[in-house]
């Protein structure tokens, strides 16, 4: 049996809002930084939950909850620590439609998760610890709190992450349209053993996995009979909960499941999918754009790996094309569809590849439609075209049908005094081959081959890569700090951090504002110090290096001057990368 509230239909009640009422469902500010925010994920059984700060003090342990109206709950706990005061009541209900409860409102005048900051935040308040098998916690996050956001639940990578960038689709994904109504919680659309339902509710504050309307489970063919798994609670009292196993799938979107068990409850008037559900998967929801994307995370990075590859690369054994380097950058000569030569940047912290808008209109490549391109530094995205290069032929290489995205490169080159290149290659655009950068030598080395897998004989300096928003980055130590970090050929300085890690290290001198930096988007502060401690990463050790810091980044930057001390090679199809010390 389900010991009481272990299962519960956390379904936090449905606010009853009215012209008098003091329920405010969105914060009246939200101030957030342009680069995602990524904060631990801990959790409340299968519930998600993330520190918060309320009224500048904290941290507070909050629950996200899809499922909840508004934009916060506060603990009755939390309200007599805060010492806040009661602004008025609302009405709570669960989905049943039984009697409402009465909730007091409070103001919160700032509430801060991660770098962002919601100030005129009105919660209701109430007791949410009645079990004692469950983690205390002071309040809960509501789905209006994101309004103007885009929430990823990484319920395997155990990672929240806020951006203020609109989800852009990979190809080949298959999102979800919120159907509700904007001042509701998130519904989609998902189909039990062929049935289709047009209203099924994401809602991460319920533990269960996959509910149904228990006069749904008469016409679906079950492996035995519905069993009662005990008594559960809501806001408004309890309920007997039943669970019985499908024979047949459920889809939603990207993730089909064979023959799972369903939640099954009278006080379930739709389909509402919890937790427990969710926990194999990446949530994301856009609520301005009413959409809504789950996946497994291998789903996920295969996507956005897809989208950045060719249709094909032809070589011939070991491919040798010179590059030579512009402004510390590596350059290289090249040909598209026959036209040529033109030069373009090999830059591994691109996701993407690049032609120049002025170019791409020259040259009338076959447009592909309309894109968003996001990045740390453009909060909203920025809307480009894409383009489809048939050929692109290098000495010894040919690319066949690469996808590249249209961007005022001389805007961001131009300025500090440096010729722009017609357009850049990413890693992604050599194919799963196997890529060496040879900058003693003048040389990109490719070929069909791969790397020893890290802790394998001959495997010194090789390190494990991991996919995150398009770019493969591998861990690196700083002083006592761990942290990941891209190589990025496009940068030419050496180490960069965020600069929300200036607080965070020992230096030997006092971080300077030494210039400024800029990308497609915007500018930004650089500031360096010398460590007071070493930089280590795939069995290296660098002492003390000098630190570059820059507010746009939220992972290590290892910029183009590694180049000069290492010869580096990527295995994208293995997901590895080999530091070889050049003496």
Same mark, same amino acid.
Request: proline share 7%; net charge negative.
């Given at each position: 049996?389900?010991?009481?509230?272990?299962?519960?239909?956390?379904?936090?009640?449905?606010?009853?809002?009215?012209?008098?009422?003091?329920?405010?469902?969105?914060?009246?500010?939200?101030?957030?930084?342009?680069?995602?925010?990524?904060?631990?994920?801990?959790?409340?059984?299968?519930?998600?939950?993330?520190?918060?700060?309320?009224?500048?003090?904290?941290?507070?342990?909050?629950?996200?909850?899809?499922?909840?109206?508004?934009?916060?709950?506060?603990?009755?706990?939390?309200?007599?620590?805060?010492?806040?005061?009661?602004?008025?009541?609302?009405?709570?209900?669960?989905?049943?439609?039984?009697?409402?409860?009465?909730?007091?409102?409070?103001?919160?005048?700032?509430?801060?998760?991660?770098?962002?900051?919601?100030?005129?935040?009105?919660?209701?308040?109430?007791?949410?610890?009645?079990?004692?098998?469950?983690?205390?916690?002071?309040?809960?996050?509501?789905?209006?709190?994101?309004?103007?956001?885009?929430?990823?639940?990484?319920?395997?990578?155990?990672?929240?992450?806020?951006?203020?960038?609109?989800?852009?689709?990979?190809?080949?994904?298959?999102?979800?349209?919120?159907?509700?109504?904007?001042?509701?919680? +998130?519904?989609?659309?998902?189909?039990?053993?062929?049935?289709?339902?047009?209203?099924?509710?994401?809602?991460?504050?319920?533990?269960?996995?996959?509910?149904? +309307?228990?006069?749904?489970?008469?016409?679906?063919?079950?492996?035995?009979?519905?069993?009662?798994?005990?008594?559960?609670?809501?806001?408004?009292?309890?309920?007997?909960?039943?669970?019985?196993?499908?024979?047949?799938?459920?889809?939603?979107?990207?993730?089909?499941?064979?023959?799972?068990?369903?939640?099954?409850?009278?006080?379930?008037?739709?389909?509402?999918?919890?937790?427990?559900?969710?926990?194999?998967?990446?949530?994301?929801?856009?609520?301005?754009?009413?959409?809504?994307?789950?996946?497994?995370?291998?789903?996920?990075?295969?996507?956005?790996?897809?989208?950045?590859?060719?249709?094909?690369?032809?070589?011939?054994?070991?491919?040798?094309?010179?590059?030579?380097?512009?402004?510390?950058?590596?350059?290289?000569?090249?040909?598209?569809?026959?036209?040529?030569?033109?030069?373009?940047?090999?830059?591994?912290?691109?996701?993407?590849?690049?032609?120049?808008?002025?170019?791409?209109?020259?040259?009338?490549?076959?447009?592909?439609?309309?894109?968003?391109?996001?990045?740390?530094?453009?909060?909203?995205?920025?809307?480009?075209?894409?383009?489809?290069?048939?050929?692109?032929?290098?000495?010894?290489?040919?690319?066949?049908?690469?996808?590249?995205?249209?961007?005022?490169?001389?805007?961001?080159?131009?300025?500090?005094?440096?010729?722009?290149?017609?357009?850049?290659?990413?890693?992604?655009?050599?194919?799963?081959?196997?890529?060496?950068?040879?900058?003693?030598?003048?040389?990109?080395?490719?070929?069909?081959?791969?790397?020893?897998?890290?802790?394998?004989?001959?495997?010194?300096?090789?390190?494990?890569?991991?996919?995150?928003?398009?770019?493969?980055?591998?861990?690196?130590?700083?002083?006592?700090?761990?942290?990941?970090?891209?190589?990025?050929?496009?940068?030419?300085?050496?180490?960069?951090?965020?600069?929300?890690?200036?607080?965070?290290?020992?230096?030997?001198?006092?971080?300077?504002?030494?210039?400024?930096?800029?990308?497609?988007?915007?500018?930004?502060?650089?500031?360096?110090?010398?460590?007071?401690?070493?930089?280590?990463?795939?069995?290296?050790?660098?002492?003390? +290096?000098?630190?570059?810091?820059?507010?746009?980044?939220?992972?290590?930057?290892?910029?183009?001057?590694?180049?000069?001390?290492?010869?580096?090679?990527?295995?994208?199809?293995?997901?590895?990368?080999?530091?070889?010390?050049?003496?």
């Amino acid at each position: 049996m389900i010991p009481l509230c272990a299962l519960v239909c956390a379904l936090v009640p449905a606010l009853q809002d009215s012209e008098a009422s003091p329920l405010r469902l969105r914060p009246v500010a939200t101030i957030a930084p342009t680069y995602s925010v990524e904060l631990p994920m801990r959790m409340r059984g299968v519930m998600p939950a993330v520190e918060v700060f309320v009224n500048g003090e904290g941290p507070f342990l909050f629950a996200i909850d899809t499922g909840g109206q508004g934009s916060a709950r506060l603990d009755s706990s939390l309200v007599e620590t805060l010492g806040l005061e009661a602004v008025g009541s609302v009405q709570g209900a669960d989905p049943s439609g039984r009697a409402t409860r009465s909730m007091d409102v409070f103001e919160v005048e700032s509430l801060v998760v991660g770098e962002i900051e919601f100030e005129g935040v009105r919660a209701a308040s109430r007791d949410y610890n009645v079990s004692p098998s469950l983690p205390h916690i002071d309040g809960i996050l509501g789905y209006h709190l994101f309004s103007e956001l885009v929430l990823t639940l990484d319920y395997p990578g155990q990672l929240v992450s806020i951006s203020s960038v609109p989800l852009e689709l990979p190809d080949g994904a298959q999102g979800l349209e919120l159907l509700n109504d904007p001042d509701s919680v +998130p519904v989609v659309r998902a189909s039990v053993a062929g049935l289709e339902l047009d209203a099924v509710y994401l809602d991460t504050g319920k533990m269960g996995g996959f509910g149904v +309307p228990l006069d749904l489970l008469e016409g679906l063919e079950l492996a035995g009979e519905k069993r009662s798994m005990g008594r559960a609670r809501s806001v408004t009292g309890e309920f007997e909960f039943y669970a019985a196993d499908l024979v047949g799938d459920v889809r939603v979107g990207d993730v089909r499941v064979e023959n799972p068990t369903l939640d099954a409850a009278q006080i379930f008037p739709v389909a509402i999918i919890g937790s427990r559900f969710l926990s194999p998967y990446v949530l994301t929801l856009d609520p301005a754009q009413g959409l809504a994307w789950l996946r497994t995370p291998e789903h996920g990075r295969d996507l956005a790996r897809r989208m950045a590859f060719p249709a094909g690369v032809e070589l011939d054994g070991l491919t040798q094309v010179p590059i030579r380097y512009v402004a510390g950058r590596p350059w290289v000569d090249l040909s598209i569809d026959g036209d040529g030569p033109f030069s373009f940047l090999i830059d591994t912290g691109a996701s993407t590849a690049v032609v120049d808008t002025a170019f791409a209109a020259e040259l009338s490549f076959e447009s592909l439609g309309a894109a968003r391109v996001g990045g740390p530094s453009s909060p909203g995205g920025i809307e480009t075209e894409r383009f489809l290069l048939e050929t692109v032929e290098l000495e010894g290489l040919v690319i066949e049908s690469l996808r590249a995205v249209a961007l005022d490169l001389k805007a961001v080159f131009a300025p500090g005094g440096q010729p722009a290149p017609h357009g850049i290659l990413g890693l992604a655009s050599f194919g799963q081959n196997l890529v060496t950068f040879d900058k003693r030598g003048g040389l990109l080395l490719i070929q069909a081959d791969a790397l020893p897998e890290p802790g394998s004989e001959g495997a010194e300096g090789v390190a494990e890569l991991e996919w995150d928003g398009g770019l493969p980055s591998f861990e690196i130590r700083v002083g006592e700090e761990v942290l990941r970090a891209h190589l990025d050929t496009g940068a030419p300085g050496e180490l960069t951090l965020p600069s929300s890690w200036l607080e965070r290290l020992p230096f030997s001198d006092e971080p300077q504002l030494v210039g400024h930096g800029r990308t497609v988007s915007a500018s930004f502060e650089i500031h360096a110090a010398t460590l007071d401690g070493d930089l280590s990463f795939a069995g290296h050790t660098l002492e003390n +290096p000098r630190v570059t810091f820059a507010s746009r980044l939220r992972k290590g930057n290892l910029g183009g001057a590694f180049l000069d001390r290492f010869l580096v090679t990527y295995d994208l199809a293995h997901e590895r990368i080999r530091f070889d010390a050049q003496p």
